[in-house]
């Protein structure tokens, strides 16, 4: 509505409401009029918006507004919201919202401690229209432009135009429905230009986006999106802002997207950008030929992380300066935590997360955070995986699809204590549940050079004996060996070609339906293995493997195991020192195929109807045991017994 057909409206309704008056189209003196602030301002004052403003005002912020319809802030008005302010919108959809149109201004002057806040009571999905800002800078919609929402114009030529500021504002319960193909969204910026100010901005359960940019040229900094079911960040009509720091929280299934471009490429700049699903779905949709140039990006839970809608070009979408690889999963180190809102006050905290997908820079985990391992978890070569003390990761039941894999070149680092170990473990933690812990390295083994492991098919061995992949302390494995094929199952931990660089002790590996820990070539050593009920054999090396263990505890209480060692293969002559082996059940203890063996130092076996089975016949004297070939007749109770009694670590649960 017009100036000054709202002025001439006010008036009407005005001489109706004096105390004292003739005629208001009299020219006769005695008119007592009882103010000359118009019907909105008077509204206002009495904490009501609703109405056009066509001047300039500062609202209260020790009054609750209650928005009960449309505000619009007309063409040369101010609207500026003190630090504190609430406004609460009425459920009632399309018909409730906030406009600022061009050639206007709002400045939301909230404060970390004291944010503005705009909500309607329950904060449900599409219980109100939003906040929505037309400016005159370029869109590719031309000059002039109307909006799908509310037909507002927006649109011009000057790209630094200024259509105020807005400085922590939390809103919540936006995306009231327009019709079949439109929705108001948390925040919509027609057009607006880059002197507009927008940070610290908080959109909670919106029905549709929680901000869209339709052209022009603002920048965003410092973005917290909950739970928006459409898209986190929307734009389209060649916007080419920048959106720096901004944390995306998805806890709610069937939203569509993290991100969605669409059309013209203006080439919008994202830098770090923090994603997290616990329900799945798309994280970065670009439709037509739009595109975006992101740096700083982590994605975690999200079934497919790019995806190019209608074919486009992917050096459209430039990620770390590299072109975008569907796949990637994108998760690497979060640049942006929920921690860094803590003005938000989100009713949302995730405390547990999906691990899913690949790894291809360095990624930590957070101890806080209980992770679901839904299927495979990759490490690729030059990722790095670093899970702190305490961390848990829950393996979901699903056999062989679930996995954590470290490949050639990739590494991990596993920073349990003795007091916080970290724990990969299904539910039930029963045998073959999951696929357990796989790593790959560049050591010698006498399957070759670049073999194909027989667990994933992944690529191992090299010339590089002093290979790093990483470091393992205090880890508890429990319920993995899920079976590949007839012949083949995952370990607790299968080791392959892995260097003598690399640093392993203090684990544990429980109820495992295949090995406890199997090395296949390689020089790596261990030190303090707890292997306990582990159906196939404790510890299983192959390939010429030429480390050493130290400290070795293996404990049978259930029937039907194959053995607590098994050697096979050619013999590079292993070394354990302090081996104790305990069954309650029988069974065979230390068994030896091909031309294997070892050199034992302080051994300890009790409870085995065999000690000693040279499986294949091969030669005793490769089996040294303290400074002895080894015998088939003797009991070996000769040691002394390694002492777990201060492994408290080694059970450790979810």
Partial sequence: MKKSVFKILNIVTLCFVTLTFTNCGSEEPGIIIGGTDSLVIESLKSGIMNGNLDEDFTLNSSQIYNLNGSFIIEPGATLTIPEGTRIQALDGGTSVYIAVLKGAKINVLGTEDSPVFMASVSGNPGDWGGLTICGDATTTAGANAEAEVGGFIYGGANDADNSGSISYLVIEGTGAQINPDSQYNGVSLY?????????????????????????????????????????????????????????????????????????????????????????????????????????????????????????????????????????????????????????????????????????ASKVILDASIKYVLNSSYIVKAGGELVIPAGTKIEAKADGTAVYIAVLKGGKIDIQGTESNPVVMASVASSPGDWGGLTICGDATTTAGANAEAEVGGFIYGGTNDADNSGSIKYLV????????????????????????????????????KDDGIEFFGGTVSASNLY????????????????????????????????????????????????????????GTSLQFKKTSGATITNIWLEGYEKNIDMKDGGDLASVIIDGVAASTTADYKTGTKVDVSTWTWKNAGL
């Fill in 477 to 512: 494995i429990k319920g993995t060996g899920a079976q590949i094929n007839s012949d083949s199952q995952y370990n607790g931990i299968s080791l392959y070609a892995v260097g003598s660089g690399t640093t392993i002790e203090n684990v544990s590996v429980i109820d495992g």
């Fill in 531 to 586: 292997l306990e009920n582990n159906a196939d054999d404790s510890v299983d090396w192959t390939e010429g493997w030429n480390g050493t263990v130290t400290n070795t505890y293996i404990s049978h209480t259930v029937s039907g195991f194959s053995t607590a060692f098994e050697g096979d293969k050619d013999n590079n002559n292993p070394k354990f020192v302090n081996l104790t082996a305990i069954s309650a059940v029988g």
């Fill in 191 to 359: 057009a607006v230009g880059a002197g507009t100010t927008i940070n610290n901005v908080a959109i909670i359960n919106g029905k549709d986006d929680g901000i869209e940019f339709f052209g022009g040229t603002v920048s965003v900094s410092n973005l917290f999106l909950e739970n928006n079911a459409d898209d986190s960040i929307d734009w389209t009509e060649g916007w080419n802002g920048t959106v720096t720091n901004a944390y995306i929280t998805h806890t709610v299934s069937g939203f569509s997207t993290v991100f969605e471009g669409d059309k013209d490429n203006g080439n919008p700049k994202f830098n770090n950008i923090t994603a997290v699903s616990s329900v799945g779905g798309t994280a970065l949709q670009f439709k037509k030929q739009s595109g975006a140039t992101i740096t700083g990006l982590s994605l975690t839970g999200y079934d497919t992380s790019i995806d190019m809608k209608d074919g486009g070009d992917l050096t459209n979408v430039l990620i770390d300066g590299v072109a975008a690889d569907p796949s990637l999963s994108y998760t690497s180190t979060a640049l942006v935590t929920a921690a860094a809102f803590n003005w938000v006050n989100s009713s949302v905290s995730i405390t547990t997360l999906p691990l899913q997908g690949t790894v």
